[in-house]
């Protein structure tokens, strides 16, 4: 059938217009021609599709796919009887998926009878077209699954809200030639401050002969991936282009388009804007695989079946809630930490590490031990040998009653092997990963950054990027109670793709730790919109504070001057004027030199590197909290005057982003 998206409901466009702001849809494009955007996509992202052959992306040889199904092999055997015995994993069926799906998105109201809900029609007018058809398909799937039951199915969307319909012809015709058209004619509804907010740095928008000329390769992350997805699938010229094949065996080096209001990592978010996120990014990641033509049925576990240990068979959330009564702050296994601080003191060097596999006998032995000795603080760690230790850590991954890359998800990841575009690649692994529960989230970001070490040194361990990528797929992807075989015929070209997941997560993980920009703009209009629905505050805060914040407000507008406040630092505020070139780090510096420190010094100096490159090596962070955000902590590089415009209504706030210690 058709794989492109469904004409959008009468519902779902009701909701759209009560704000014609679609973030990441249109003006993320207005610098961007579709000429240059061809250019930039068919000159700057390569696409390299899988072959049949030998030659793969990584110049694969025999012994890489040979550790891959020796590894196999050895999880087989380890597991032995017990490989069905851990978890009871259900695929539900499609109106179960669905509806589960919709109640993930906060959306469960559009099938239920109550289908006036506040929250919903908020949640909806935020989505871009793709968002908003992907949405449209899973009421669509779940009426359908209802009347083939021969259930009394719910209300159709069609006959709560009368509007006009899309025939096939015109639906057709839109997705062939108007594309690109409809993305620049939405440009002028936008509000200054979502441009702000999509469009990146006009004076670094890259031409066509940049591109080529460019050694770096650029992703965009401040555009809808679903929406690039689209434009360029319906792009007949770059369809007829040839594809180009990197066969050098290295991965490009990406980096992410800047952007005026900065790079946004994970942990740079409060947690309930966080909790937005994920709702978005699940939207996302759907109408990114519907574009695609891509179908994953999320899975369920009904039961699990714990073995009474400690640590090894311990769900993930189970062992961080023990571990947190020891460490209250720690979001990671504490075992996990100092397994791998001691693979980091004296193993990165060993060669073969994590591909030759150490005494099972001896590795059962520290299983037990670690059992009854790890929480008792009565473990030495220097008698571990290095390749016993690598085999504990895939075991423990092995033998996580939920997969690393969790139930929900684990096949989705896998999907991703199917992509034959790069950056479509990137895009799908960064929603993934922000859509990952907390727990799960930073137990891989620390597993990967292990990685990385490993690889760093391939010139004393012969592990490069691929081979530990192949050691470790099958430890991510084969899990008990999940569906572990291949599919029949290509077995060499399955496990390549499978490897390469594994390849790119730990090679982008950067990236792929790094909120969208696009996302971030849509949580500022979800909370924009929510305030507007509350009227309590509204009907309260207008006849006390409006006429003064008024007058303040259009003064501050005016002259651009923030106040900045530091509690327990800085007595009183310190204002500031902004100009365009302003910077996140020239207003640390400023309070920095403000700041009398005679009494403090610096605990811990460490510098922090972002995904944009950018390295602050400041004891002190700004925030943006309140207005349109719950609470932000600023990269260095972004620009004060464009944020604020974006936000007027924000707080200011320095906090110490080290610990301070007084020197008396």
Known sequence: GSCRPPAISPWIRLSLSLSPSLPGSGAAWRDLSPSMMSGIHGHRFPEQPFSHSSNCQDSLDNQSLEDFWSEVKHIKESCGSEADEGSDVKTPDDGDLESDWLHDTGLSTLINDNSHDDASLVLLSTLTRTQSAAVQRRVDNYTLSLRVKNKQPVRD?????????????????????????????????????????????????????QCNLSKEKIVLFHVSYSEQAQIFRDDLWRKKMSRKQNNDGDLPQYRIHRNKLGTTRMEDLSELDMKKVRTLALIELTALFDVLDMEVKRQKTTKVKVQENKLFGVPLAQLIENDQKIAPSTKVPLFLKQLLCCL?????????ILRISGSLAR??????????????????????????????LKIFIREMPYPLLTTEYVAA?????????????????????????D?????????????????EKEQKNKMNLWNVSTIIAPNLFMHKGMANKMPEGNEKQHAEQAANVVR???????????????????????????????????????????????????E???????KIQ???????????????????????????????????TVANTALTKRSNDSTDGSEFCLYEVGGNIGERCLDPDTRMWDLFKVNPQAEWVIRPSVTLSNKS
Request: charged share 25%.
């Open 413 to 437: 990841f896998a999907t991703v092997r199917n992509f034959t575009d790069q950056i479509q690649m990137i895009h799908a692994l960064n929603l993934l990963v922000v859509i990952l529960p």
């Open 556 to 562: 501050h507008q005016c002259n651009k001057a923030i």
């Open 439 to 455: 727990v799960y989230q930073a137990t891989l970001k620390l597993l990967l950054e292990f990685l990385r070490k490993v690889i």
């Open 504 to 554: 790119m997560l730990i090679h982008y993980q950067d990236l792929l730790w790094t909120v969208p920009c696009f996302l971030v703009a849509q949580v500022r209009k979800l909370n924009e919109h929510s305030k507007k629905h509350d009227k309590r505050i509204k009907n309260l805060l207008k006849k006390i504070h409006t006429d003064r914040h008024d007058r303040q407000l259009s």
């Open 344 to 352: 980091e003191d004296s193993g990165l060097e060993t060669e073969g």
């Open 157 to 209: 969307v069609r006959d709560i809200f009368a509007g006009p319909k899309f025939s096939s012809r015109d639906t057709e015709q839109h997705n062939q030639h108007g594309s690109i058209d409809s993305l620049q004619q939405k440009q002028h509804l936008l509000p200054g401050e979502e441009k702000g907010e999509a469009c990146s740095d006009e004076h670094e928008i890259p031409s066509p002969t």
């Open 363 to 392: 590795i059962k032995n520290l299983q037990q031990e670690l059992e009854s000795n790890f929480y008792q603080n009565n473990f030495d760690w220097k008698k571990v040998q290095q390749n016993d230790g690598a085999g504990l």
């Open 566 to 600: 530091a509690p327990r630092l800085l007595k009183g505020n310190m204002e500031i004027q902004l100009d365009p070139d302003t910077t996140t780090r020239d207003l640390v510096e400023q309070f920095r030199k403000k700041l009398d420190c005679s009494n403090w």
